[in-house]
């Protein structure tokens, strides 16, 4: 436990955890956190995106590259990034629109074929449990959320107290699908027991479609991951077991909920 840990924020950590053995849960009753005064999800977002910032901020040098996802959360974090552009050396999007957010704040963005090492990669969730296991793709960015994600060394995610769950699987599980393939994947969907509905007039940055999966029983994360890349057209899928996230800063009403998953060590 971290020095500022109280047992205020101890009991709402718990309520939060269900597996406290695999997790060290680290609760940061700062006195910024305590001066909650109301408590919208942007707020929480922002508080989120801003602990991150505190927490890669040390480890950045002018060397570094930054991963960066995508979505409401993954914006605040940008937007804080842009604050400290002058420690690191440049960042990789996960979207066309990160990259975007990212060259408007003056922030150098470079592909991903000419980075070799990412540092750190700190992106938002759907639902997040307490091993770092994710689901991902709301914004259906998720392929090149995994891909960038994957490039790098700690995977950071930033959230809101609500992604926080129990079990994943009620968020509808975003799959991205070649498009010719849209009702052979939706078939092997749903004899794998879900629900796949067709998310009518979205197109990937990769020229794709998303299929959201409802109702489909994660119990095993990593393993339901790679069944549902084995179904010949799809491209990717939203579950994050095989990225787990290595820390996750979830922002509530009480604060900031830091979750180091022991499941996903930091090379
Ligand atoms: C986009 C994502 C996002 O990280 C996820 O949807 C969370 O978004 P938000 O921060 O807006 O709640 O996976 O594909």
């Known amino acids: ?16 955890l269900n597996h406290p053995q695999d997790i060290t849960v680290r609760c940061c009753a700062t006195s910024q956190t305590r001066r909650f005064i109301s408590h919208s999800q942007d707020e929480l977002k922002q508080k989120a995106a ?17 991963g960066v996802g995508t979505g409401s959360t993954a914006n605040c974090f940008i937007d804080e990034l842009a604050k400290i552009r002058h420690t690191f050396d440049a960042a ?17 963005v470079l592909d991903l074929n000419a980075t070799p090492h990412l540092d750190v990669y700190v992106d938002g969730a759907d639902e997040i449990d307490a091993l770092g296991n994710m689901i991902k793709g ?20 930033i959230a809101d107290d609500s992604k926080l769950v129990t079990r994943l699987g009620t968020f509808p599980l975003p799959v991205e ?31 794709n479609i998303i299929l959201d999966v409802h109702n489909l029983k994660i119990e095993q994360p990593l393993e339901m991951e790679r069944r549902i890349n084995d179904i010949a057209g799809v491209v990717c899928n939203g579950i994050f077991a095989q990225q787990a996230a290595h820390v996750a800063f979830l922002a509530g009403k009480n604060g900031i909920t830091n979750l180091h998953s022991s499941a996903a060590e930091v090379p």
């Open 177 to 207: 699908v070649i498009p010719m393939a849209r009702s052979l994947v939706a078939r092997a969907l749903v004899q794998l027991g879900g629900q796949p509905i067709w998310r009518e007039g979205v197109t990937t940055d990769n020229g």
């Open 92 to 108: 990789v999007a996960s979207s066309e629109a990160t990259q975007q957010r990212l060259a408007a704040h003056g922030i150098t």
């Open 138 to 157: 709301g914004g259906a960015a998720l392929t090149r959320e995994k891909i960038v994600s994957s490039a790098a060394n700690e995977f950071v995610c």
């Open 50 to 66: 801003e602990a991150a910032i505190s927490y890669i901020a040390p480890k950045l040098d002018r060397k570094s590259i930054v």
């Open 1 to 16: 436990m971290s020095p500022e840990f109280s047992l205020h924020n101890f009991l709402t950590c718990q309520q939060f």
